[in-house]
T-cell receptor, first 115, second 110 residues
Framework: DGGITQSPKYLFRKEGQNVTLSCEQN?????MYWYRQDPGQGLRLIYY???????QKGDIAEGYSVSREKKESFPLTVTSAQKNPTAFYLC??????????????FGDGTRLSIL | KNQVEQSPQSLIILEGKNCTLQ??????????LRWYKQDTGRGPVSLTI?????NTKSNGRYTATLDADTKQSSLHITASQLSDSASYIC?????????FGAGTTVTVRA
């Protein structure tokens, strides 16, 4: 089955530590996205990538970093500079990013908490 | 600033009953409006996508309506089932940028 796989499902971060969230897709989609979901708020865009080796900052990129070395992979690193990292992180992908009527396919998320 | 407001924040209904969720937006220029269903601890799943020219779109027991003049959309759930318990998120696209509502949490009780 094609889809998006996020791992781990749960992650705990110690103070001063960087952690990396994995996102892999086998949908052959060009565009991939990282969102942060907090209770009572809409999803907020962290980073997105429309093509391999290229990515753009979203609305809340500070304290996060990404890479896009392969089409199917878009890992997100939450750095120690992100002072409030506790949230549910969602990875998404879409085909033909320039055509706005394509639905985004989401992974099942990673819940990050501070120890 | 583009905004998407959903109401109510949460609701409880009995199995077999109908309910309607509301979405008002100020996003401009409008490209399309999407409704997603998100089960607890899972990622959102697309239910419908409507463009400017579409007034109604159905997906099984889910029917979405759009009034682009008043910038309002609704999602109607018919003959609710326990599996409909989830958060429903309204997403509006403008120039390929997505604005997400905070969602309506629906709880269906037997």
């Amino acid at each position: 089955d094609g889809g998006i796989t996020q791992s781990p499902k749960y992650l705990f971060r110690k103070e001063g530590q960087n952690v990396t969230l994995s996102c892999e897709q086998n949908l052959n989609h060009d565009a991939m996205y990282w969102y942060r979901q907090d209770p009572g708020q809409g999803l907020r865009l962290i980073y997105y990538s429309q093509i391999v080796n290229d990515f753009q900052k979203g609305d809340i990129a500070e304290g996060y970093s990404v890479s896009r070395e392969k089409k199917e992979s878009f890992p997100l690193t939450v750095t120690s500079a992100q002072k409030n990292p506790t949230a549910f992180y969602l990875c998404a992908s879409t085909d033909r990013p320039g055509h706005g009527n394509q639905p985004q396919h989401f992974g099942d998320g990673t819940r990050l908490s501070i120890l | 600033k583009n905004q998407v407001e959903q109401s109510p924040q949460s609701l409880i209904i009995l199995e077999g009953k109908n309910c309607t969720l509301q979405c008002n937006y100020t996003v401009s220029p409008f490209s399309n409006l999407r409704w997603y269903k998100q089960d607890t601890g899972r990622g959102p799943v697309s239910l419908t996508i409507m463009t400017f020219s579409e007034n109604t779109k159905s997906n099984g027991r889910y029917t979405a309506t759009l009034d682009a003049d008043t910038k309002q959309s609704s999602l109607h759930i018919t003959a609710s089932q326990l599996s409909d318990s989830a958060s429903y998120i309204c997403v509006v696209s403008a120039d390929y940028k997505l604005s997400f509502g905070a969602g309506t949490t629906v709880t269906v009780r037997a």
